[in-house]
């Protein structure tokens, strides 16, 4: 019966632990900070590898964060390896250019909406999305 308790419990504790951490919708305010994941939502790191990670809640290839209107995703660029942030499909934000090395990026979105993702460098390769309601 103790064996089965503490197999129980051990199992809550993990499911809990589950919900509480990786959201990918975390509360989050216009500046993009707070949330449940872990950094800021609309943080997403560029590289040193082919991907696109998000400060938030990890998510990546595709880095996914979720913002409220009027709220703004900074991509930060580190390393060598050159990048950029490019808007891809309907609605469209403003693209970056193609960078290397320690560089930011950010955007305003003040539109509800789904925007997708890419680097014109890497093509699908890296990816990511940016939920604003």
Known sequence: ???????????????????????????TQPNGGGGGGGGPAG????????????????????????????????????GLDVHSVRSLGSPTFASSSIQSGNKTYAVTFTTPGTYRYDCAVHGSAMTGTVVVR
């Open 43 to 78: 943080s997403v790191a560029v590289g040193p590898g082919i991907e696109f990670v998000s400060g938030h809640n990890g998510s990546a290839n595709p880095a996914v964060d979720t913002i409220p209107v009027g709220g703004t995703v900074t991509w930060t660029w580190s």
């Open 1 to 27: 019966m103790r064996v089965l308790t503490t197999f129980i419990a051990a199992t809550m504790i993990g499911a809990l632990s589950a919900c509480s951490s990786g959201s990918l919708y975390g509360t």
